[in-house]
């Protein structure tokens, strides 16, 4: 079992930026594609943005291209989303899953293809 620990949320106003980390506890997170969800209040769980577990394949909801980066920090085994130009609607509880042994490049878009999950972390957005 791996429990993935998000770190990094908070309270911050529209325009402003925030990076998020997730980190496996007891296990290295470099051999994992990890994929970012959010949830909003009242709505669906919705996928974010995902990295391959060599970091060659990334991939990005189109609300968040162009202003989210999702990047591997091996040496600190995390895996990082930094967010940048925050709008009110992205304010959710944001989780990041993973999952093991995957082709180098794959990155799982669907909650179904996830392995393990974080608690989640807050990030609110004030207007």
């Known amino acids: 079992q791996v429990h993935l620990v998000e770190s990094g949320g908070g309270l911050v106003q529209t325009g402003a930026s925030l990076s998020l980390s997730c980190a496996p506890s007891g296990r290295t997170v470099s051999s994992y594609a990890v994929t970012w969800f959010r949830q909003a209040p009242g709505k669906e769980r919705e996928f974010v943005a995902g990295i391959s577990w060599t970091g060659e394949g990334a991939v990005y909801a189109d609300v968040v291209k162009g202003r989210f980066t999702i990047s591997r920090d091996n040496a600190r085994n995390t895996v990082n989303l930094q967010m940048h130009n925050l709008k009110p609607e992205d304010a959710a509880v944001y989780y990041c899953?993973?999952?093991?042994?995957?082709?180098?490049?794959?990155?799982?878009?669907?909650?179904?293809?996830?392995?393990?999950w974080g608690q989640g972390t807050q990030v609110t957005v004030s207007s």
């Open positions: 899953a993973a999952t093991p042994r995957l082709p180098s490049r794959v990155v799982r878009t669907i909650e179904s293809g996830m392995h393990y």
